[in-house]
């Protein structure tokens, strides 16, 4: 049988590495052992590192506070310094404020439509008769364009357009500063929200001269609520029973029957 020159290397030829690269008898090289204690220490170094480097999450409540805290800085910008910037007129603070009613994601900068008419009720713009919510909504559509918002310069021309039919009598300029007087300072007005409501089933259920039994205990004639004495249980030691009408008339039964 013949031996291919490959199977006798194999087998007599030259010793095979031991591990790691070693020599044939399983010892490493000199300076192996640094080489692997400095490899571990970088490993270690570089998980260190990562571990201290490595941010927490941000949670809901601190991109809420971000958020906020925008807002408040648009709203409060009519307190700048001279030179951080020019402060606001009273218009643009009334647009910013309505600009954000009811939207917590609104930055003051734009206003929908819906703020849009709620401004215009509330600062009277319309009148029912010269200018109408229907008048409102077209010169909104016709100033925002395709956008869905208008800006402060686009607001005061959408203000110039109902100017026009607001006041009939003056001239542009008057009729345009006379529009921006009906907004100047002005804030969203909220309506209903305190208002306490009223019905029969409301009224007989906090009526306490219908109360019965321990309930009409716990208030006076008055309606009055009597506190802790109200909620203890008094032992009666008048002799009389519960609810007997005549309690504290013997005497005078029998001395007037002498």
């Given at each position: 049988m013949q031996?291919?020159?490959?199977?006798?290397?194999?087998?007599?030829?030259?010793?095979?590495?031991?591990?790691?690269?070693?020599?044939?008898?399983?010892?490493?090289?000199?300076?192996?052992?640094?080489?692997?204690?400095?490899?571990?220490?970088?490993?270690?170094?570089?998980?260190?590192?990562?571990?201290?480097?490595?941010?927490?999450?941000?949670?809901?409540?601190?991109?809420?506070?971000?958020?906020?805290?925008?807002?408040?800085?648009?709203?409060?910008?009519?307190?700048?310094?001279?030179?951080?910037?020019?402060?606001?007129?009273?218009?643009?603070?009334?647009?910013?404020?309505?600009?954000?009613?009811?939207?917590?994601?609104?930055?003051?900068?734009?206003?929908?439509?819906?703020?849009?008419?709620?401004?215009?009720?509330d600062c009277h713009v319309i009148d029912s008769k010269n200018v109408t919510l229907t008048d409102v909504d077209i010169v909104f559509s016709k100033i925002k364009g395709k956008s869905r918002t208008i800006t402060f310069e686009q607001f005061k021309e959408a203000l110039q357009e109902l100017s026009k039919k607001r006041f009939k009598d003056k001239s542009n300029e008057e009729a345009v500063q006379e529009m921006h007087k009906l907004i100047e300072g002005k804030a969203p007005v909220i309506a209903g929200v305190t208002k306490a409501i009223s019905s029969p089933t409301v009224s007989r259920l906090t009526d306490t001269t219908r109360f019965t039994g321990s309930h009409k205990e716990r208030f006076d004639p008055t309606g009055k609520g009597k506190g802790k004495a109200g909620r203890e249980d008094l032992v009666d030691t008048s002799g009389y029973v519960s609810g007997y009408k005549h309690a504290g008339t013997y005497d005078q039964k029998v001395q007037g029957s002498k």
């Open positions: 031996v291919s020159a490959a199977d006798a290397s194999c087998a007599g030829g030259s010793a095979s590495p031991g591990p790691r690269g070693g020599s044939a008898d399983g010892q490493e090289p000199s300076g192996a052992e640094p080489v692997r204690a400095g490899s571990a220490m970088a490993d270690n170094t570089s998980k260190l590192t990562k571990h201290v480097n490595k941010t927490p999450p941000r949670s809901p409540a601190d991109s809420a506070k971000e958020k906020a805290a925008k807002r408040l800085s648009c709203d409060s910008n009519s307190s700048h310094d001279g030179a951080s910037g020019p402060e606001l007129s009273a218009l643009e603070e009334a647009f910013r404020k309505f600009a954000i009613h009811g939207d917590t994601r609104a930055t003051g900068k734009e206003m929908h439509g819906k703020n849009w008419s709620k401004l215009c009720k």
